[in-house]
């Protein structure tokens, strides 16, 4: 299970880094930034830990969170505009942290006893969260209730992992079947400019 | 209770149709009308059981609440434009539902051994915070700060509620003059066109 | 202690106060202006309490809290402009608000069995989080990510009360010197109009 906590950490970093850019881009001071990458990449767990009461919180209790974050404040400010050259490597790493923050909350919530269709929303709420109020300290509509499959492909990842362990795959083959899902999808759906249809005004 | 417990279910579902519609107005997608729709459903609910330390959730114990508010989308996809026809029953069901929310609020609340100011601010955050994070997820200045007795409503209702129980009111009597009060105000406010004093700005 | 106490209730009147007048300048009812002042007063208590599992929160089972907040409502109306004659008062206690928020956020986190820099975070959350959610209701990219040395202050404040815990210094001249630090910072800051560095645009 290293390689998954070490993925959830690269995760979180990659989580982070989001944040800071778009702070950055809207003119906050390096303090700003770093609000916003640190609720950007621990915002959806810790609304999950809430709702499920497991206390503490995750990144209270362990330090290598809060960490990981801090260190992706200086390192974004030293790459600057070169961080546009790995955007496909930070893509990757994105989707594997969207993976990673939808299984691990699943998990989470089936081990607190939920049923399998609230695991799957607190799957999507770890995953969807960060990014939604790292929107709204912007002041931006949340990008993923306008663009992308982002959270369609958290969806289809959240089924998947759940029929998996309905049919007892072993865990290490559902994980990274789970996270190739969700990697194809948006992969596929950004290459593809694909996009769920808008809501008909009502 | 259990026509409580329906009219509670409605204005659950009515509430969700008021956030997928805003949604639908600033382009969002069907995701992202559905988020909304949720939060505008659950959250004064969700923020109340987190204050009062109350576990399960009570959307995360009682799937009923979540699979009426998906069946919202639909629906409001497919009514489209007709629902405008409605908008008096909407009204009357969106009210009935802020006055539940208070009243069940307060009473959870209360027995959770809190005094009647804090419950009835709890009850009023019950009707009250779907609507302002649905606003502010929309990047709007949230409505009720703006216009409308709604809150107003609310609290007139609070406080008749509080004492119906001082008075031992049977509680169906003390449930229906409660919701009585809140529909009349809100009706009347509309209807004549009232709303509270701004603030001077200072 | 009672000192401290009666600080900590001034600085909530006068956080109240600078919520009730950033929503009367957007056009708030009386209404809306109530409930952004009691949020930008208890915001960051209240994510410090849900954080920390700290149950019953602080202002649901200390009425002096909601009172006067409330009573920073009809006090803003009456002073209106007048309140700019004492923006140096206010904003002292606003200062004293902030150092005080910040060092009982830590003793609390320390309290639980939390490490420094977590009861830091928690220090910094119960004084920030407030001013925050003020900004997102009204609309606003938060303050403190822009301009001021506000939060770099609590920081600084932070670090210097934990050094006097482990310095073994007495409790009244460990809250007096960080309280005195917190204020030297933020008013040199203001009167050099100095600010943190904008992150880059990345």
Redesign the interface.
């Known amino acids: 299970m290293d390689l998954i906590y070490l993925l959830d950490l690269i995760g979180t970093f990659v989580f982070a880094i989001s944040g800071?850019?778009i702070?950055?881009?809207?003119?906050?001071?390096?303090?700003?930034?770093s609000?916003?990458g640190f609720v950007t990449a621990i915002g959806g767990g810790?609304v999950r830990d809430?709702?499920l009461?497991s206390?503490?919180?995750t990144w209270?209790a362990d330090?290598t969170y809060?960490l990981v974050i801090l260190a992706a404040v200086p390192f974004?400010?030293l790459?600057?505009?070169r961080?546009n050259n790995y955007s496909k490597t930070i893509f990757i790493f994105d989707t594997i942290g969207i993976a990673l923050f939808t299984i691990i909350g699943m998990e989470k919530a089936l081990s607190f006893g939920?049923?399998p269709?609230?695991a799957g929303?607190m799957g999507m709420i770890s995953a969807?969260v960060g990014g939604?109020t790292r929107d709204?300290?912007?002041?931006e509509?949340?990008l993923?209730?306008?663009?992308e499959i982002y959270?369609?492909a958290c969806l289809a990842g959240a089924i998947i992992f759940y029929l998996g362990l309905e049919l007892s795959l072993p865990e290490n083959l559902n994980y990274l079947f789970t996270t190739a899902v969700i990697i194809t999808i948006r992969t596929v759906s950004i290459k593809w400019n694909l996009?769920?249809?808008?809501?008909?005004?009502?």
Request: hydrophobic share 55%; aromatic share 8%; glycine share 4%.
């Open positions: 800071i850019r702070a950055s881009r809207i003119n906050m001071d390096v303090f700003g930034a609000v916003v810790t809430l709702l009461d206390h503490p919180i209270m330090m809060p974004t400010f790459m600057g505009k961080l939920f049923n269709f609230i929303m969807v939604v709204v300290l912007c002041r509509v949340p993923i209730f306008r663009k959270a369609t996009s769920l249809p808008k809501m008909k005004k009502v």
